[in-house]
């Protein structure tokens, strides 16, 4: 399978981006699949989130400017199979600097292209700034997919209508023609609540197909998991965020593999292959055995 890059977006802040960044690629790798998450917020939320300190020189801000390359600054975490390009502050002189260069728009792209030719992963995930500056709109320019997090609450319904129209001016100007919304993640959901009912109704209406079915709850154990490092599925995998973000992933993974049964089911111009000849249909993710760790460790737990 070859890379996918996708940026998790949304230019308003608080709406459980960075959240949803960390532990959608925390279990992803519970369903095997080798992640690189890329921090690109000069806030450095998901380094810390994930336990790594904000060290100064190891973020991008040089492999955009061309000076280093971004193998060079992928660093493991203490989980097996997901890896990490951090960020520190200096990326917020990055706004000033890459706009000074030519191709300013196409820096995102230009450095994560070998790692993705190379195939070291499933995954690619960018956590953007909640801003619409010049990282953002790099990481737009530089990915296949968007996945937007949109809090429950009316406010966010705005935000989103401002990340859908950027999304059609990327494309339709040629910066990034292959563009897509890929879907919108529901989060902060409180179900006791009659204004999260009817946000979640009304994006449901005018987004139905687009819309994940995984409500990502409001938490209080997922609010704790960032300050110790952890994801929520090894700092609490039995909590409610825990699940949801399992459930998440496994409808994230289904989604692909629906479509690319779909791609792989169309008619093609030449001969029908033979029997012996024809793709094998695509798996379902398959789940690792659940374990369940008291301290960070090189594996996180799988629901059943």
Same mark, same amino acid.
């Given at each position: 399978?070859?890379?996918?890059?996708?940026?998790?977006?949304?230019?308003?802040? /608080?709406?459980?981006?960075t959240?949803?960044?960390?532990? *959608?690629?925390?279990?992803?790798?519970?369903?095997?699949?080798?992640?690189?998450?890329?921090?690109?917020?000069?806030?450095?939320?998901?380094?810390? %989130? *994930?336990?790594?300190?904000?060290?100064? /020189?190891?973020?991008?801000?040089?492999?955009?400017?061309?000076?280093?390359?971004?193998?060079?600054?992928?660093?493991?975490?203490?989980?097996?199979?997901?890896?990490?390009?951090?960020?520190?502050?200096?990326l917020?002189?990055?706004?000033?600097?890459?706009a000074?260069?030519?191709?300013? *728009?196409?820096?995102?792209?230009?450095?994560?292209?070998?790692?993705?030719?190379?195939?070291?992963?499933? +995954?690619i995930? #960018?956590?953007?700034?909640?801003? $619409?500056? #010049?990282?953002?709109?790099?990481?737009?320019?530089?990915?296949?997919?968007?996945?937007? @997090?949109?809090?429950?609450?009316?406010?966010?319904?705005? /935000?989103?209508?401002?990340? &859908?129209?950027?999304?059609?001016e990327?494309?339709?100007?040629?910066?990034?023609?292959?563009?897509?919304?890929?879907?919108?993640?529901?989060?902060?959901?409180?179900?006791?609540?009659? &204004?999260?009912?009817?946000?979640?109704?009304?994006?449901?209406?005018? +987004?139905?197909?687009?819309?994940?079915?995984?409500? #990502?709850?409001?938490?209080?154990?997922?609010?704790?998991?960032?300050?110790? %490092?952890?994801?929520?599925?090894?700092y609490?995998?039995?909590?409610?965020?825990?699940?949801?973000?399992?459930? $998440?992933?496994r409808?994230? &993974?289904?989604?692909?593999? $629906?479509?690319?049964?779909?791609?792989?089911?169309?008619?093609?111009?030449?001969?029908?292959?033979?029997?012996?000849?024809?793709?094998?249909?695509?798996?379902? @993710?398959?789940?690792? @055995?659940?374990?369940?760790?008291?301290?960070?460790?090189?594996? &996180?737990?799988?629901?059943?």
């Amino acid at each position: 399978m070859k890379t996918h890059v996708v940026a998790l977006a949304n230019q308003k802040g /608080g709406v459980g981006k960075t959240t949803t960044s960390i532990n *959608l690629s925390a279990a992803l790798t519970a369903f095997r699949k080798k992640v690189l998450l890329l921090d690109l917020d000069p806030q450095a939320n998901a380094t810390s %989130g *994930l336990g790594l300190p904000k060290t100064e /020189g190891a973020s991008i801000y040089e492999v955009l400017l061309g000076n280093a390359t971004l193998d060079s600054k992928i660093l493991p975490t203490a989980y097996a199979r997901l890896d990490i390009v951090p960020a520190e502050v200096d990326l917020a002189g990055a706004e000033i600097d890459v706009a000074r260069g030519d191709r300013y *728009l196409h820096r995102v792209r230009e450095a994560v292209r070998p790692v993705k030719e190379s195939n070291a992963y499933d +995954f690619i995930l #960018i956590d953007c700034p909640p801003s $619409l500056g #010049i990282l953002t709109m790099n990481a737009l320019a530089a990915v296949e997919e968007i996945v937007v @997090p949109m809090q429950c609450e009316y406010y966010a319904l705005e /935000g989103l209508s401002v990340m &859908l129209r950027l999304i059609d001016e990327l494309s339709s100007s040629g910066a990034n023609p292959h563009l897509r919304l890929e879907g919108i993640v529901m989060t902060m959901y409180d179900s006791r609540t009659n &204004l999260a009912q009817q946000v979640v109704k009304e994006v449901y209406e005018h +987004f139905s197909d687009q819309v994940y079915e995984t409500l #990502i709850p409001r938490s209080v154990r997922l609010g704790e998991a960032p300050s110790h %490092g952890r994801p929520i599925i090894d700092y609490d995998p039995s909590s409610t965020g825990a699940l949801a973000y399992r459930q $998440l992933a496994r409808e994230f &993974l289904t989604r692909r593999n $629906l479509r690319w049964q779909e791609e792989a089911a169309r008619p093609r111009p030449q001969r029908a292959a033979t029997a012996s000849q024809a793709p094998a249909p695509t798996p379902t @993710p398959d789940e690792e @055995p659940p374990r369940q760790p008291s301290t960070p460790s090189t594996g &996180l737990p799988e629901c059943d």
